[in-house]
């Protein structure tokens, strides 16, 4: 079975850019997470969705950040201006059922630089 | 809010030590999860605690959960290079919510 799937794997772009991240939950997952990874913060949960409305987006940092879930099968995270502080590892999780009841998981990650 | 710490942050074994995490909520917690990311990675799901005192063993790894439900460790014994990796604990936060303790990065040395 395919996992989640993230794009691009990386991306590179200059402060004041749009950014978008894509990503594709496993097939049946109803609940799906954004969650942003650096050495300083640690893992830091942004926004989480059940089925495609989110729930709890206390997370984002600001309102330069935005995520959608227009379906079952695809979410974005949008960035808008991007910062340099922005800079990090972008992860989307999927599971089935709300945390706690199964286990999360883990697309491969959206490595960000923002110069 | 709902926090769950961990130490170490690192740990430096030779290979074939053991090697202890430890995760710490200040509150009751339902239930804890697992997960190691490889260097380079994306965390991957080992294992969940329910149960109050409850054992879990996954050859080499060894997961409890306290009898008060509010801290976790894991234990790795005879460490290989395979192990190499930052282990990370997840409680329930609010609304269930998943909190990630800071992880213990694991640093195998051959």
């Known amino acids: 079975d395919a996992g989640v799937i993230q794009s691009p794997r990386h991306e590179v772009t200059e402060m004041g850019q749009e950014v978008t991240l894509r990503c594709k939950p496993i097939?049946?997952?109803?609940?799906l997470f954004w969650y942003r990874q650096t050495m300083m913060r640690g893992l830091e949960l942004l926004i989480y969705?059940?089925?495609?409305?989110?729930?709890?987006d206390s997370g984002m940092p600001e309102d330069r950040f935005s995520a959608k879930m227009p379906n079952a099968s695809f979410s974005t995270l949008k960035i808008q201006p991007s910062e340099p502080r922005d800079s990090a590892v972008y992860f989307c999780?999927?599971?089935?059922?709300?945390?706690?009841?199964?286990?999360?998981?883990f697309g491969d990650g959206t490595r960000l630089s923002i110069l | 809010g709902q926090q769950v710490m961990q130490i170490p942050q690192y740990q430096h074994v030779q290979e074939g030590e053991d090697f202890t995490t430890y995760c710490n909520s200040s509150?009751?917690?339902?239930?804890i999860q697992w997960y190691k990311q490889r260097p380079g990675g994306h965390p991957v799901f080992l294992i969940q605690?329910?149960?109050?005192?409850e054992v879990k063993k996954q050859k080499r790894l060894t997961f409890q959960f306290g009898e008060a439900k509010k801290n976790s460790s894991l234990h790795i014994t005879a460490t290989q290079t395979t192990d190499v990796g930052t282990y990370f604990c997840?409680?329930?936060?609010?609304?269930?919510?998943?909190?990630f303790g800071r992880g213990t990065s694991l640093i195998v040395h051959p």
């Open positions: 999780a999927s599971s089935l059922g709300g945390f706690g009841n199964q286990p999360q998981h």
């Open positions: 097939s049946g997952h109803d609940y």
């Open positions: 969705f059940n089925n495609n409305v989110p729930i709890d």
């Open positions: 509150t009751t917690l339902s239930n």
């Open positions: 605690l329910v149960k109050s005192g």
């Open positions: 997840a409680g329930p936060g609010g609304s269930y919510i998943p909190t």
